[in-house]
């Protein structure tokens, strides 16, 4: 009997908790610490006291999970009876998480690759999707990995967020980038571009921003079948409703996830937050 290949990521995937079950993935929270308590990334309680915590101006900070974390992953994955682990994880240009993965997998009791995807939110989770379902269908460690790969090289993610102030603070975006976003009070909108996160337009006011962000969004997708997800932080309904006008636009939409981010996402974005992920399949 052919042993399995597990799937390891992290909980900036943002993967619904169903899909998760359903394709037995391991997820390893990143943490947030809010005014010097920690808090996992994906927690309803985190991200209810993130908002909170912004508002007040609280001391926030992020951490990747340590190596052993991932270690002990590992290990249950071969306990398990994983024969191999594909470990995706979001963009080394913005967490060092890639990095406690790499130094984990060294001394794993099997084979693990360990995939910068480049990529956070669903741009990553659909990333994640494309390796378990390569595994699921009896595909090797190189398949689950090529075909991860493939998703991140055509998934596409825009983001619109009210202030460039929480990037800057966290050291997402730099101060010279920030301050021209802030100039005369446009909306920025941003995208991920080689793995960083990139100030793409300006726009002078919300409504506007959201309108092009919805345009980027169909634009990418096109009219074939395409995956598409809708992120937002404190912004539910303006979410609700891109995903709307998203799903009447496009006639090769798969599969649609509206749902809001988790702290650690969150708190280099703050509140207000609107993104869109289009991942072609």
């Known amino acids: 009997m052919r042993r399995t290949i597990a799937i390891v990521t992290d909980s900036t995937s943002y993967l619904p908790p169903a899909t998760v079950a359903r394709h037995r993935i391991t997820v390893v929270p990143l943490t947030v610490v809010l005014d010097g308590q920690p808090f996992e990334d994906g927690s309803e309680d985190a991200t209810r006291r993130l908002t909170e915590a912004l508002q007040r101006r609280l001391p926030v900070t992020t951490s990747r999970p340590s190596p052993a974390v991932f270690a002990a992953a590992y290990r249950r994955a071969a306990e398990a009876g994983a024969g191999g682990v594909v470990s995706l994880h979001l963009s080394s240009e913005i967490s060092g998480t890639h990095d406690a993965a790499v130094l984990a997998a060294r001394d794993a009791p099997v084979p693990v690759r360990v995939v910068d995807s480049g990529m956070v939110a669903m741009a990553l989770g659909f990333c994640v999707l494309a390796a378990a379902q390569a595994a699921a269908a009896d595909g090797s460690l190189d398949d689950a990995v090529a075909e991860a790969v493939k998703r991140a090289e055509s998934t596409r993610a ?118 869109a992920v289009v991942s072609p399949r």
């Open 158 to 275: 825009y983001f619109y967020v009210d202030t460039l102030e929480h990037l800057r603070r966290g050291g997402r975006i730099g101060t010279a980038r920030a301050l021209l976003g802030s100039a005369l009070a446009v909306k920025p909108l941003l995208e991920l571009a080689d793995g960083r996160i990139e100030l793409r337009e300006k726009v002078r006011t919300a409504s506007r921003a959201i309108a092009r962000l919805e345009e980027l969004a169909a634009n990418q997708a096109g009219s074939g079948p395409v995956d598409v997800a809708v992120h937002h932080l404190a912004a539910e309904e303006r979410a609700r409703q891109l995903a709307e006008r998203l799903s009447s636009r496009l006639p090769g939409l798969a599969e649609l996830h509206v749902s809001e981010v988790g702290a650690v996402l969150g708190a280099h974005t703050g509140p207000g937050l609107l993104g």
